[in-house]
C-alpha cells in the first residue's frame, strides 16, 4: 500500500507541542500549544510575566525546553542551535538593541552580508550594499539615512534598521518581541504600515502589547496566561472574549 505523504508545504511554519519550562519553582510553561499557518501573522499577547518572551526563547533556540517539541515547517528544530534555526529562515528582532551605533546604517545592514567582524585599519570596511539589501532598506524607510551614524538615529529608526537586519536575512518566519515599545504614536503608525507591507510569503509572530496595533496586523491571536494557551481567535473574537478582558483586568483565577 502507498501511502501519500503529506507535502512540506502543507506543514506549518510553526508548531509548537507541549512546550514546558520552569525557572526553578517558577513554572512559566507547563504545556504550551501553538500552531501557525504558513503566511500567517499571528499575535502573541498575555499580561506582564505570562512567558511570552520565555517562549520566543525556546522557538528560537535561546532557551532549552524541559519538555515539549518545536517544528519548524514540518521539520522538528527542538534539538538545534540558533545558529542552525536562523540558517533554517528563523529571525527574531528582540527588545534591546543589537546593532553597531558608532558606524552608519549601511555599514550596519553590510553586517549581515559580511563576516560580523567589525572594521580594522587594515581590513577596510565593506560597506557596499547588494540590490537585496538596498531593496530590504528601502522597505524598511531605511533609504533617506543610510549614510547616518546609528547613534544619530531616532528611536524609531533603531527600530526600523533592527527590522532590516532581521529581515536582510530572508527569514521564513519572523518572531517580533514587542516592535512597538517605547516608540511615539506617530512612529508607531509608520512601524505598522512597515509591518503591513512585508511580504507576505514571510510568517509573523509577534509580541505586542499595543492591543490597536496586534488587532490591526494579525490574521489570528493567541493568548497565553498561567503557562498555557488561554484561548486562540480572530482579532475580533479576542477583542470580544470575556476570560480575555477579565485577564487584563486582572480578574481571572490565579
Ligand atoms: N532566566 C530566567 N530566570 C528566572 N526567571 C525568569 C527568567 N526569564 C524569565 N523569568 C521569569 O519568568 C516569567 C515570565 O517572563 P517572560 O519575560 O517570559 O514574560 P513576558 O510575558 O514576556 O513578560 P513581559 O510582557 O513583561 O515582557 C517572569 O516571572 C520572569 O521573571
Given at each position: 500500500m502507498t501511502e501519500t505523504q503529506p507535502s512540506?508545504?502543507?506543514?506549518?511554519a510553526l508548531e509548537v507541542a507541549g512546550l514546558a519550562k520552569s525557572f526553578g519553582s517558577l513554572m512559566v510553561a507547563s504545556d504550551v500549544h501553538l500552531n501557525v499557518a504558513p503566511g500567517e501573522r499571528r499575535g502573541l499577547i498575555g499580561i506582564n510575566g505570562a512567558g511570552k518572551t520565555t517562549l520566543f526563547n525556546m522557538i528560537a533556540g535561546e532557551l532549552k525546553p524541559d519538555r515539549g517539541a518545536i517544528r519548524f515547517f514540518g521539520d522538528?528544530?527542538?534539538?538545534?542551535s540558533v545558529i542552525q534555526r536562523t540558517l533554517k529562515g528563523l529571525g527574531r528582532t528582540y527588545q534591546v538593541s543589537t546593532l553597531?551605533?558608532?558606524?552608519?546604517v549601511r555599514e550596519n545592514l553590510a553586517l549581515t552580508r559580511g563576516d560580523g567582524r567589525l572594521p580594522s585599519l587594515w581590513q577596510p570596511w565593506q560597506?557596499?550594499?547588494?540590490d537585496d539589501l538596498l531593496d530590504t532598506a528601502d522597505q524598511l524607510g531605511l533609504t533617506p539615512v543610510?549614510?547616518?551614524?546609528?547613534?544619530?538615529?531616532?528611536y524609531g529608526t533603531l527600530r526600523q534598521l533592527e527590522l532590516a537586519m532581521v529581515m536582510a536575512c530572508k527569514p521564513r518566519l519572523l518572531l517580533l518581541d514587542?516592535?512597538?515599545?517605547?516608540?511615539s504614536h506617530a512612529e508607531r503608525q509608520v512601524l505598522q504600515g512597515i509591518l503591513q507591507d512585508l511580504p507576505q510569503e514571510v510568517t509573523l509572530l509577534m509580541i505586542e502589547h499595543d492591543m490597536e496595533m496586534v488587532l490591526a496586523l494579525s490574521d489570528r491571536i493567541s493568548v497565553l496566561h498561567q503557562g498555557e494557551m488561554f484561548a486562540e481567535g480572530s482579532p475580533d473574537e479576542i477583542a470580544a472574549h470575556e476570560g480575555v478582558r477579565d485577564i487584563y483586568l486582572g480578574r481571572a483565577n490565579g
Open positions: 512540506m508545504s502543507s506543514a506549518p522538528e528544530i527542538t534539538a538545534d553597531v551605533p558608532s558606524v552608519t560597506s557596499r550594499l547588494d543610510l549614510d547616518e551614524a546609528v547613534a544619530n538615529l531616532s514587542e516592535p512597538a515599545a517605547g516608540l
